[in-house]
């Protein structure tokens, strides 16, 4: 049986399945209509959606939340991502950081996993880099075309394929801290 991995988002999701099928695992997505809740920290956000997930579907699940935190602007957008990419978007970003020069920004993510039967594990990762001065690339989703990770030659991740992306994102390190965890847990079976 797959791991649910309960999100709407496609990207999210193909970024995961790559890793998962590395590890011998196979993942199912499901965009569950979960309530989110507005936090100032992802564990949080991330923790309280895999318990609303895993009630919803009677199943054992994970969901992902993450953000992008800009130095300069003392981490914004940070926990508030998702509603600044929807108002302001790449553009409003660029015109906050115009004569900016210190670009450096992280990107986190946060995966909370929880089964019926207990409550919800976390795992966090992140990737260092900087904004970009221009939008550059096609791929990916959200903040990819204005985020260079460091050690990627000045490359953005809109500008990867997936697994390159992998090879450096706040994403791929959440999910394979999650992946390991749950092969060791499980002995390598998939939980009913
Ligand atoms: P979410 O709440 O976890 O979906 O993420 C919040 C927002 O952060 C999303 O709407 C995206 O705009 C942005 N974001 C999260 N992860 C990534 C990523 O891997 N690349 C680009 N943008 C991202």
């Known amino acids: 049986m797959a791991l649910i991995f309960a999100t709407g988002n496609r990207h999210k999701f193909k970024e995961a399945s790559e890793l998962a ?7 199912e997505m499901r965009d569950v209509n979960y309530e989110e809740i507005q ?6 956000i991330a923790r309280h959606g895999a318990e609303k997930a895993c009630a919803l579907l009677g199943r054992p699940c994970f969901v992902e939340d993450a953000g992008l935190f800009v130095r300069a602007l003392s981490d914004f957008p940070g926990p508030y991502s998702s509603y600044v990419f929807r108002t302001i978007g790449n553009e409003g970003l660029l015109k906050l950081m115009v004569g900016v020069s210190d670009r450096r920004a992280e990107f986190r993510s946060v995966v909370a996993y929880c089964e019926p039967s207990s409550g919800p594990m976390s795992f966090e990762g992140k990737v260092q880099g900087s904004v970009a001065l221009e939008a550059r690339g096609s791929r990916g989703f959200g903040f990819d075309p204005i985020f260079t990770p ?15 992306k992998n090879k ?12 390991k965890w749950y092969l060791r847990k499980s002995g390598g079976r998939l939980e009913k």
């Open 168 to 179: 450096f994102s706040h994403r791929a390190k959440s999910i394979e801290g999650l992946l």
């Open 39 to 44: 936090a100032d920290e992802l564990e949080e």
């Open 150 to 164: 460091r050690g990627a030659s000045g490359r953005t991740f809109a500008e990867m394929a997936i697994d390159e």
């Open 21 to 27: 099928s590395k590890y011998g695992l196979e993942l």
